[in-house]
């Protein structure tokens, strides 16, 4: 049985960025904490976000809940998958010294880990003292599978301690990575480029909630140009709590056209983003959609399965299908299922490292004929692949646009 995750869907998603090799994820706002103890030590395991390739990692950044000497340690896992409980230690890094929020903290040596290898953080000292990981809740138990034990699992070879808690609902806030900057976040949709009778721009907003700045860069890559080191990109700083908005980003970083745009940080901090791409028509207004930033560890991997709503009408409407890999590429599946549950099509569609691919829907399927009100199944399948897909529909009579959220089954 796979397990099914969120899948994003976007509207014209580009070739981006290769994401770096990460251990973990970070959270968004100043986040709470989340124990079995007052007391300690006690070890939080993030059992969701393991290593998203086999490599090196030398920085890691962890949120913690206040100023404390000798506050933590980072612990790397690996599950055996025979046992939730079955745990070998790959590397132990610190004591670390922690401030409130945000620790950004070299791991000396590097850590060699391998795909799929898991992030602890060891709190020494009792919670009153010292203080713990911070967490962030996420709006369904779906999403988030961490561990809270009581021991610390770098000096116990990885044994659970007597007392352990498995959790979903919410991430730890630990990513270990290999480089400065993190791809973060992902505007799947974006450009400045005319349109049959009106320009097509897009407004960006960028919040930091925490009170640590965030520093890094916008990348813009443009629709079939595979991602580079020369892609036009604009620096900005989050002050802490501040605000900034581009009303036309595309044009702010210096060029034009269609394409995707990314978010990177230095040490993988997580402002909230968010976007709007729209058709400018002067005096007759504007017509658009909002897109939020998606994070890499959102794409569609062996573990899961999404499906595609194909529309009861394509004669007024069209429906485009997208697919954009991660540095893995994806060999992909694609089951096209009628109305009635009857299996229309079947086919398998490869695709290379970090690529982009849109197609009509006919095309994408292979199906003689496009069964309407029907719907496609995805599966991606080989372990390590990953990709987003998405679909877009868009009026034949006023070229307005939409795009739908994939749902997994």
């Known amino acids: 049985m796979r397990t099914t995750f969120a899948v994003v869907a976007v509207l014209f998603a580009v070739s981006l960025a290769a994401q770096p090799l990460t251990v973990g994820t970070q959270i968004v706002a100043a986040g709470g904490t989340s124990t079995i103890t007052t007391g300690g030590p006690v070890t939080y395991v993030n059992l969701s976000n393991g290593a998203t390739a086999a490599g090196t990692v030398n920085k890691a950044n962890v949120g913690w809940s206040a100023a404390c000497s000798n506050a933590f340690r980072i612990v790397f896992l690996r599950n055996n998958f025979g046992s939730l409980a079955g745990f070998t230690v790959v590397a132990t890094r610190g004591p670390f010294n922690a401030t409130a929020e945000r620790n950004i903290v070299t791991l000396s040596p590097p850590v060699n880990v391998a795909v799929g290898d898991l992030i602890g953080v060891v709190q020494l000292q009792p919670l009153g003292a010292c203080g713990t990981v911070l967490t962030q809740p996420f709006a369904s138990n779906s999403t988030g599978f961490n561990m809270i034990t009581n021991n610390d699992m770098s000096v116990s070879g990885g044994t659970i301690g007597s007392s352990t808690v498995y959790s979903s609902g919410f991430a730890i806030s630990a990513v270990a990575y290999n480089s400065d900057p993190v791809l973060v976040r992902i505007i799947p949709a974006a450009g400045a480029l005319p349109g049959a009778t009106s320009f097509f721009r897009t407004a960006l907003q960028m919040v930091n909630p925490t009170s640590t700045p965030i520093t890094g860069k916008l990348i813009f890559h443009k629709q079939l140009q ?24 595309i044009t702010s970083i210096g060029t034009s056209g269609l394409g995707s745009l990314d978010v990177v940080t230095n040490g993988g901090s997580l402002p909230i983003v968010t976007a709007r791409v729209f058709s400018d028509g002067g005096s007759a207004g504007t017509s658009g959609f909002s ?10 991997d062996y ?30 599946g694609v089951t096209t299922i009628d109305a009635s549950g009857h299996v229309r099509a079947t086919r398998t569609v490869t695709y290379g490292p970090n690529i982009f691919d849109q197609q009509p829907v006919a095309t994408f399927t292979g199906a003689a004929s496009v069964p309407l009100g029907g719907w496609i199944l995805i599966d991606i399948n080989n372990v390590g692949d990953r990709a987003f897909v998405y679909s877009s529909v868009i009026d034949n009579k006023t070229s307005d646009s939409t795009f739908r959220m994939a749902d997994f089954k």
């Open 303 to 332: 573990f899961s399965r999404a499906v595609l709503v194909i529309p009861p009408d394509l004669t007024n409407f069209r429906m485009n299908i997208g697919v954009r890999t991660l540095d893995a590429g994806a060999s992909i």
């Open 226 to 249: 595979s991602a580079s080191a020369s892609d036009p990109s604009l620096a900005f700083t989050l002050g802490a709590g501040q605000a900034v908005a581009y009303p036309d980003v």
């Open 291 to 300: 897109e939020e930033g998606v994070s890499p560890n959102d794409a569609i």
